[in-house]
């Protein structure tokens, strides 16, 4: 299906690797000229030369844990058609394992940094008249995890603030949507799932074994989220906003017994 991106400019975070990288590849293939942000300079411009066009891959080394590094980055790469906001990973962990200073650093990337880049990018699509955001946040929004309990709290408020800044932003031209991605196949989720097997079994080894419950035995891939975050972002979607779309087979509609 053609999207009718062609010729048209995206900002997309976290892009070096995963969803991110996913997503880029996905809306270079429909003619969209992408700028991939992320941390470490060399994985980023490798990533950026995998992209295959006929849209073009620029890649921007930023670390947008710092809001001087969000500023720099906007003023640099200016207006864009859409930005697709996916840097940040809230690590596991429950209540007594955060501090208020590691609390506070583990939001300043996902939380601040989504709301952030979002305010910076509003203004210049509202001068221009138009634009589509695309938060990626994370199905633990609503199944809800006490063992991740920072990213669940942090989810939720993104899809508050997605949903309330989507509900009028129709009125400056723009869209603001999100994905909650369940399980995805990335190098984050084994991370995340070696602790949960450390924690329940005694031996992140184990990790494999905490897939198999999962819907249809596996988890999605980097490709499925970054098709819906492209279609969400063109006109095929033009009255879609203030929506959170949620990918995760089924899991947060899982009714739950003790």
């Known amino acids: 299906m053609d999207l009718g991106l062609n010729g ?3 900002l997309v975070t976290g ?8 997503t880029a590849r996905i809306l270079a293939a429909e003619g969209v000229n992408v700028t991939l942000v992320a941390r470490t300079e060399s994985e980023l411009v490798d990533a950026a030369a ?34 697709i906001n996916n840097a940040g ?22 939380l601040f940094g989504y709301i952030s880049l979002c305010r910076q990018y509003y203004a210049m699509m509202k001068e221009a008249g138009h634009g589509v955001i695309v938060n990626i946040i994370g199905a633990a929004a609503e199944a809800l995890d006490f063992e991740y309990i920072m990213g669940s ?5 993104l899809c508050a603030f997605t949903r309330t800044l989507g509900s009028q932003s129709f009125r400056d031209g723009i869209r ?7 399980p995805v196949e990335t190098g984050r989720l084994e991370t995340l799932m070696r602790k949960k097997a450390a924690d329940r079994t005694g031996s992140a080894d184990n990790w494999e074994q905490l897939k198999a419950p999962l819907p249809f035995a596996r988890a999605a891939s980097p490709e499925e989220i970054g098709a819906m975050a492209a279609m969400l972002a063109s006109d095929r979607s033009a009255y ?12 947060a509609s899982q009714s739950r017994s003790f």
């Open 89 to 110: 990973a809230i690590p596991g962990g429950n209540l007594l394992e955060f501090d208020d200073a590691r609390l506070k650093d583990v939001w300043e990337l996902k």
């Open 240 to 251: 879609t906003s203030g929506t959170v779309v949620t990918i995760d087979g089924g899991i």
């Open 176 to 182: 603001v949507v999100a994905i909650n991605p369940g």
């Open 50 to 83: 995998s992209v295959e066009g006929p849209g073009t891959a620029t890649p921007f080394p930023a670390d947008l844990s710092r809001e001087a590094e969000r500023l720099r980055l906007a003023q640099s790469v200016g207006p864009v058609d859409i930005l």
């Open 15 to 22: 892009a070096s690797k995963g969803i991110g990288l996913a």
């Open 8 to 10: 048209r400019t995206a």
């Open 153 to 157: 709290t942090a989810n939720a408020g």
